[in-house]
């Protein structure tokens, strides 16, 4: 993975009850980021998505699901008469049927 040095240091997210830094707000630290130059913001958007499971713990439910996809697989590989054949058809068919229920979900919520 490579990493970003968008020039922002992140003292703040790291309470130290030695340091002279204050801590900031969200709202502090988005008046701060969107401050920023439109490339330096894309740099720390970028940061942000490369160290999102050291920022967010992973939640459990995230794990339970991990681990219930993986058994899926292996189950699957393990008894390939379980796998439902899948054509490009189907995928197109499913794809514009989730476009159609966008664009009524979208359009629906402009008429509120």
């Known amino acids: 993975m490579r990493r970003v040095d968008v020039g922002i ?6 309470p130290n009850p030695r340091s002279k830094l204050s801590s900031m707000s969200v709202e502090q630290l ?5 401050a920023l130059p439109l490339d330096q913001r894309r740099a720390f958007t970028r940061w942000l998505d490369e160290h999102r499971d050291e920022i967010e713990q992973p939640s459990v439910l995230a794990r339970a699901q991990e681990s219930e ?13 379980m796998r439902i054949p899948f054509s490009e058809a ?6 514009r049927e ?12 402009w008429l509120k």
């Open 9 to 14: 240091k992140l003292l703040f997210a790291i």
């Open 30 to 34: 988005e008046s701060k980021v969107l």
């Open 69 to 81: 996809v993986l058994r899926r697989l292996a189950e699957m590989e393990t008894h390939p008469a």
């Open 90 to 95: 189907d995928a197109e068919k499913m794809f």
């Open 98 to 109: 989730f476009a159609d229920a966008r664009a009524h979900k979208t359009s629906s919520s």
